[in-house]
T-cell receptor, first 110, second 115 residues
Framework: LAKTTQPISMDSYEGQEVNITCSHNNIATNDYITWYQQFPSQGPRFIIQGYKTKVTNEVASLFIPADRKSSTLSLPRVSLSDTAVYYCLVGDDSNYQLIWGAGTKLIIKP | SQTIHQWPATLVQPVGSPLSLECTVEGTSNPNLYWYRQAAGRGLQLLFYSVGIGQISSEVPQNLSASRPQDRQFILSSKKLLLSDSGFYLC??????????????FGDGTRLSIL
């Protein structure tokens, strides 16, 4: 089971680009990297998933170096509504044993 | 589109009382289903997962149980609640595939308080 390490909290300002890095030194060959966003009293929401290199969708980008021992979630031009907890998870097809850490609490200031 | 419904949103129960939380998924077939518990300020703890009707796997020993009587229905139960069962309970589903990792999709959760 891969374990992830993320910063406990981060602050930024509206309009800035925010990068949250996650380390996963023990990632296995079959593991994917998935990021979720969670607002208070709501279930987590899927943001983006990748295996290697770079993945981009309408809300974020995910950068994964060649050794895959870390990954960086990039949120372009954040707004106040991006204030949330962000979780990085690694896992394979047997999704059942994902270990959820405490995530990164991102606070966006005006 | 797929939707997941979880109820109730909040629940206050006395110690020793029974529990039944229900989760249903619409718009997909043969999903993987999950029950999680989240303590305040912590990550999610997987309690149960199911790959099909009547197939339940438990990750954590506790006084809770889960059942899947229908393909898109997942129920979390307890015969006698403990104070330590308080928490935020989340149901999730994912597409069941063979060769790719699929993200999980969560309901809005049930805030359970045990008095």
């Amino acid at each position: 089971l891969a374990k992830t390490t993320q910063p406990i909290s981060m602050d930024s300002y509206e309009g800035q680009e925010v990068n949250i890095t996650c380390s996963h030194n023990n990632i296995a060959t079959n593991d994917y990297i998935t990021w979720y966003q969670q607002f208070p009293s709501q279930g987590p929401r899927f943001i983006i998933q990748g295996y290697k290199t770079k993945v981009t969708n309408e809300v974020a980008s995910l950068f994964i170096p060649a050794d895959r021992k870390s990954s960086t979630l990039s949120l372009p031009r954040v707004s106040l509504s991006d204030t949330a907890v962000y979780y990085c998870l690694v896992g394979d097809d047997s999704n059942y044993q994902l270990i959820w850490g405490a995530g990164t609490k991102l606070i966006i200031k005006p | 589109s797929q939707t997941i419904h979880q109820w109730p949103a909040t629940l206050v129960q006395p110690v020793g009382s029974p529990l039944s939380l229900e989760c249903t998924v619409e718009g997909t077939s043969n999903p993987n289903l999950y029950w999680y518990r989240q303590a305040a300020g912590r990550g999610l703890q997987l309690l149960f997962y199911s790959v099909g009707i009547g197939q339940i796997s438990s990750e954590v020993p506790q006084n809770l149980s889960a059942s899947r009587p229908q393909d898109r229905q997942f129920i979390l139960s307890s015969k006698k609640l403990l104070l330590s069962d308080s928490g935020f309970y989340l149901c999730a589903w994912s597409v069941r595939t063979v060769n790719s990792n699929q993200p999980q999709h969560f309901g809005d959760g049930t805030r359970l308080s045990i008095l």
